[in-house]
Each structure stands twice: as C-alpha cells, then as structure tokens.
C-alpha cells in the first residue's frame, strides 16, 4: 500500500510516527515532498508521485496552503484522502462532507491516530468511500429529499455508507434551519459528537436548549440505555443545556424510562427524534417541528 503524506513537519511528523507503530503488521511504502528533486520543478513531482499513491493523509492542523494544494490534486486524480488534524478546523465549507480525525501530539495520541489509520488503510471499502464524489455518481439534490425515498434508501444501504449517508441528510436539514450553525464531526476535549450547533435561533422551543447543541446521529435498529446514559453523561460534564439524538432506532419503554429519570436527576433537555418522527420529516421545517414537538413532550411528560 503507497501511502503519501501530506504535512508541513518535517523533523517529527506526527503521521510518519503513527504509521511507524502500524508498519509491522501491513506493508506501507511511504511517499512524501522530501524526497523530491529541488533542481527540477516541485508540482509535476507532486503530482506523479500523489498519482502512484493508492491512499493520500493530508495533516491540515497548520492549514497551509501546499496542503489545501496537495488535497485538491488529490480529488482530481480520484484518491482516497484520510484528513487529520491535531485542532478542531473541520469546519471548512468545501471539506464538510469528508470525514476528519483530531489526534494529540502525545505518545497517547499518537498511537490513537496509528490505530485508526491502520483500521481505515486496512478496509478497502472505507478508502472507496473515502474518494471524492464523482459526477457518475448520482448525488440527491435537495429538492430529491422526501420521507418515503429518502429514509427507506439510506435504511436499505449496506456497512458504513448507511452511517454516513444517514449524517449527510440530517446535515442537508440542519444547514436549512434559520440561524443554525452545524459544525461537521466538531470536537470538544478530545471526545466527539456527529454535530456541534451554533444556535441563535429565537423560536421559544429551539432558543430553549442552549447554545451551542451537541447532536448525535444514530443509523441503528436499537438504542442501548447505556448508550443513552454515556450521551448524557458526556453532555453534562461539559457543561450543554441540551442534548439531541437523532436515530432510524424506535424507542423501547425501556430508553423512554431512562430519559425520564435522567431528566429528573440531571436538568439536561434530552431531546430523541426516533424512527417513528423522523419518517415525517423531508425538509428543514418538518426537523424543526419534529424538535418543537419533542421539546415540548419532554416537559410535560
């Protein structure tokens, strides 16, 4: 597997000490700009050599601009992109639809960023995923998006495309909601969510649940109660007002149960837009009344 390497570090590079630990168990040959020829011109070596790489790992934590270069070469020539980052600037319009990764600059992060660079250069359907969108490829405008076509075509989707397919669209609608501001795959200590919202929304219900709003995104056919407790648990510690789960899961009187008690041992808005809610929604305002409603039930039950 050629793997090229696209950084600004050149003493101690984070992803050449993280593919290192990984070397051992898959067969990597590493292609990167310090090995060019400075007496001939740098772009057409760039170019060939991003062309013989079958996996390209762009570091965007400086945000150089070589980078962002390297990154658009590679889309053009159709390869696979893993994007890192040792900060949370995932937030750039053109990336939003790619998926990031944040790593720490420590042995402990380091070998975090090794694990999950090796889980994904392993998968080839991860890195067929990770490939920029072509135009062959039929991508759903907004207007395309209903409740019928849209849910049932992400549900009936196989492994990983079913996941990312289902944070696409509920990103399409978040994007369309009036002073809403969803931030992709945001970061906060080191522990993820799918979103982070900005929210200077002044409806009553949505003004209500704080800013900004953690959001998690769920493509399951079950919601585990321990799954919803480490949610809550981890919105609490950092201080949120409100959480949202948005999951294709259908309740049980077991989660409902436990969202009762959480919401009385906690003060946290614990807002689910389960199966049975979202086969109503197809558009930003159909989410909006989905959250309203939830809100207000929270409360009252």
Known sequence: MKVYISSNYRQIDPIS????????????????????????????????????????????????PNIYYEVGVSHALGKPVIFVSQTDNFNRFSLLSYRFYQYEIDESGINNLAFRLEKIIGDSKELEYLKPIRKSRHVLDYQEFNHDNNLNRILNLKG????????????????EIPDFEPQYNEQRSGKEYDFIVWNSNELQ?????????PIEVKATKRIENNFIHSLISKAISQGFRSFILITTAT??????NLIKNLKEQSGITILVIDFEKLRSISTSKDLVKALIQTYREFFIY
């Open 17 to 64: 000490r993280a593919l290192e630990v990984v070397q051992n168990r898959i067969s990597l040959q590493i292609l990167r700009t310090d090995y060019f020829n400075i007496e001939e011109q740098v772009v057409p070596q760039i170019i060939e050599t991003i062309e013989r790489a079958d996996v390209v790992i762009a570091d965007i934590s400086n945000e150089n």
């Open 205 to 213: 219900e949505l003004k209500g649940l704080g800013n900004p709003i």
């Open 160 to 175: 990983a495309s079913k996941y990312y397919e289902f944070e696409k669209w509920i990103y399409e609608l978040l994007i």
């Open 251 to 256: 309740l049980s009187d077991g989660n409902l």
